[in-house]
């Protein structure tokens, strides 16, 4: 089943000599329980991609459909619903509230969104993740692969159609790197949850099912790759 479609997005950044296309016409489908790894050099556009398919930014042309929403219709009230409940965005940095404890830290979202968070699905995303024992701690009193583990469970607790995750592992030592991207992959797997990730870590995307490299804008190859 689809869950995302892009339809000739073009993504044109300043006017003039300053203008940069940073996205060139790009047509892309991607199927619900896909892990996807997206490449290619600095400035190709992978993050802009990225932030399109969040909804956070607007193409310049071209259609985007994430499940049944059309994103460049959205106003920006419902751009930020969408944004809230349909996409999970996991960066470098994991952008966790200093001051709030992990569990208040995972919990957020649902409850600006007065929504009652599933108890049984939270304890299964803690316990999975490790952060059992953590919830109570402030984020300063985690290490950076518990911190991203906190934010990735903050992501998936609203089961969103999609999970974006723009270099996760880019500040973390290897064992960390390696511990996130598990806990991804069983994401991926135990809970069917769509990941689409960029990564300049080439051992990072041969974990993925599918391998796009983006280059001037443009996708250059998209090749899938067998499990196991
Ligand atoms: P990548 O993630 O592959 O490094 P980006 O998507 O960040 O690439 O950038 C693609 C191109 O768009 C680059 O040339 C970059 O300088 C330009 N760009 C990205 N964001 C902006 C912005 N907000 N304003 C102007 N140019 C931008």
Same mark, same amino acid.
């Given at each position: @089943?689809?869950?995302?479609?892009? &339809?000739?997005?073009?993504?044109?950044?300043?006017?003039? &000599?300053?203008?940069?296309?940073?996205?060139?016409?790009?047509?892309?489908?991607?199927?619900?329980?896909?892990? =996807?790894?997206?490449?290619?050099?600095?400035?190709?556009?992978?993050?802009?991609?990225?932030?399109?398919?969040?909804?956070?930014?607007?193409?310049?042309?071209?259609? @985007?459909?994430?499940?049944?929403?059309? /994103?460049?219709? !959205?106003? +920006?009230?419902?751009?930020?619903?969408?944004?809230?409940?349909?996409?999970? !965005?996991?960066?470098?940095?994991?952008?966790?509230? +200093?001051?709030?404890?992990?569990?208040?830290?995972?919990?957020?979202? @649902?409850?600006?969104?007065?929504?009652?968070?599933?108890?049984?699905?939270?304890?299964?995303?803690?316990?999975?993740?490790? @952060?059992?024992?953590?919830?109570?701690?402030?984020?300063?009193?985690?290490?950076?692969?518990?911190?991203?583990?906190?934010?990735?469970?903050?992501? !998936?607790?609203?089961?969103?159609?999609?999970?974006?995750?723009?270099?996760?592992?880019?500040?973390?030592?290897?064992?960390?790197?390696?511990?996130?991207?598990?806990?991804?992959?069983?994401?991926?797997?135990? !809970?069917?949850?769509? =990941?689409? /990730?960029?990564?300049?870590?080439?051992?990072?995307?041969?974990?993925?099912?599918?391998?796009?490299?983006? &280059?001037?804008?443009?996708?250059?190859?998209?090749?899938?790759?067998?499990?196991?």
């Amino acid at each position: @089943m689809e869950i995302l479609k892009c &339809e000739g997005i073009t993504k044109v950044y300043g006017t003039g &000599e300053n203008k940069v296309t940073a996205l060139n016409n790009v047509d892309l489908s991607i199927d619900k329980g896909e892990f =996807v790894a997206i490449v290619g050099s600095s400035g190709s556009g992978k993050s802009t991609l990225l932030h399109l398919l969040g909804g956070v930014d607007k193409p310049t042309d071209g259609k @985007m459909w994430v499940e049944d929403t059309e /994103l460049s219709t !959205l106003n +920006p009230t419902s751009a930020a619903i969408f944004r809230r409940r349909k996409v999970g !965005l996991i960066y470098q940095f994991y952008n966790l509230i +200093p001051t709030l404890t992990v569990r208040r830290n995972i919990l957020l979202p @649902m409850l600006l969104d007065k929504r009652k968070p599933d108890q049984d699905y939270f304890n299964q995303i803690v316990e999975s993740l490790g @952060m059992k024992e953590k919830l109570d701690c402030l984020p300063s009193q985690l290490s950076g692969g518990q911190q991203q583990r906190t934010a990735i469970a903050r992501s !998936l607790l609203y089961r969103p159609a999609l999970l974006l995750a723009d270099e996760p592992t880019g500040n973390l030592d290897q064992k960390n790197s390696r511990e996130i991207i598990e806990m991804l992959k069983l994401s991926n797997k135990s !809970l069917k949850q769509t =990941v689409v /990730l960029i990564t300049h870590d080439e051992k990072i995307a041969l974990e993925a099912d599918r391998i796009i490299t983006i &280059e001037d804008g443009k996708i250059l190859s998209d090749k899938k790759l067998g499990r196991g």
